[in-house]
């Protein structure tokens, strides 16, 4: 079992998250992002708000605080076990001094789990132990909300829990060459997307709502925005012209997009705080080379 552990500051006067990550087992390879570990330590009644960029599906667990959650219309406070579906807009949240297990789901994992349509639950947020889709997991809150037991075996519980609930797909190879495709920087269209996947656009088209759950034009939108606000975070030194993608023709579309994705303008964007955010963001990639969720290859 490997993990790689951080440490991030937010800027006082020491130390309050700490992050370890769980690398998930071969046989899972192309499911998941990362398996990961988090507390929040805050001064007594203290708390902090932050926004997380459009992901992937993820199910996070929380002893400790609970948050208070957005993503579009939905709205959750105090649930253990949150679900997120792939999300094309942010989440904000609103959280004290927690304990919190995450889960990535690349789409291979969302069909591997899930006997659903993903756009069903696009842009949804959910309390997942009454999700009627997440309820199988639900036996894990108590597990991962038990602080006497070791990460290890929470890490072991994660894992049985998962192999017990996955199922081959017979589209499998499919999914992982929309995958693929969707992480080549260079495409400009869906039909370049198509045939970088070796698919029509209709066939295209049909796997990237049912499992990455929304149109191949959206996600390759996705992609660009994100790489776009992650350069910002990590390596822009605050300008924006020095991190958008090389694929916007201007400033104008860029701010247009970022305002599609995030809800709000690049400019009011730079002027908020974003504690969790920044660190989250550099930790990752300082430990696992990725910026994102998004930006994760379905081969790690």
Not at 21 to 26: H, I, T
Not at 120 to 140: I, K, Y
Not at 151 to 171: F, G, N, P, W
Not at 235 to 253: I, L, N, P, R, T
Request: charged content about 25%.
């Amino acid at each position: 079992m490997g993990s790689q552990q951080a440490v991030m500051s937010l800027g006082v006067d020491a130390p309050v998250i700490g992050s370890r990550f769980f690398a998930p087992p071969p046989e899972f390879k192309g499911c998941f992002t990362t398996f990961y570990r988090l507390t929040l330590d805050l001064p007594d009644g203290d708390m902090i708000s932050d926004y997380m960029q459009p992901e992937w599906a993820s199910l996070r667990f929380f002893s400790g605080a609970r948050p208070m959650a957005t993503i579009g219309q939905d709205e959750l406070s105090g649930a253990r076990f949150a679900a997120t579906g792939v999300s094309s807009m942010p989440a904000r949240f609103t959280i004290g001094s927690t304990k919190m297990w995450g889960i990535g789901i690349l789409p291979l994992g969302w069909a591997r789990l899930f006997d659903a349509d993903a756009r069903q639950l696009a842009n949804r947020l959910v309390d997942g132990e009454q999700h009627p889709l997440f309820s199988r997991l639900a036996p894990l809150a108590d597990i991962l909300g038990d602080e006497t037991i070791s990460d290890d075996k929470q890490y072991c519980a994660i894992v049985e829990a998962m192999r017990s609930t996955m199922r081959l797909h017979r589209d499998e190879a499919r999914i992982i060459r929309v995958h693929e495709a969707l992480l080549e920087a260079d495409l400009k269209t869906v039909s370049d997307m198509a045939e970088c996947a070796g698919l029509t656009v209709r066939s295209l088209e049909r796997r990237c709502h049912r499992h990455f759950g929304f149109a191949p034009k959206i996600l390759m939108r996705r992609q660009r925005f994100v790489r776009s606000l992650t350069t910002f975070i990590l390596d822009s030194d605050g300008k924006w012209s020095e991190a958008m993608d090389v694929h916007y023709h201007d400033q104008s579309q860029f701010s247009r997009e970022f305002t599609r994705f995030m809800g709000m303008r690049p400019s009011k964007f730079a002027t908020l705080d974003h504690p969790f955010m920044k660190a989250f963001v550099a930790a990752r990639t300082e430990l696992l080379g990725s910026a994102a969720q998004t930006l994760d290859a379905p081969d790690r």
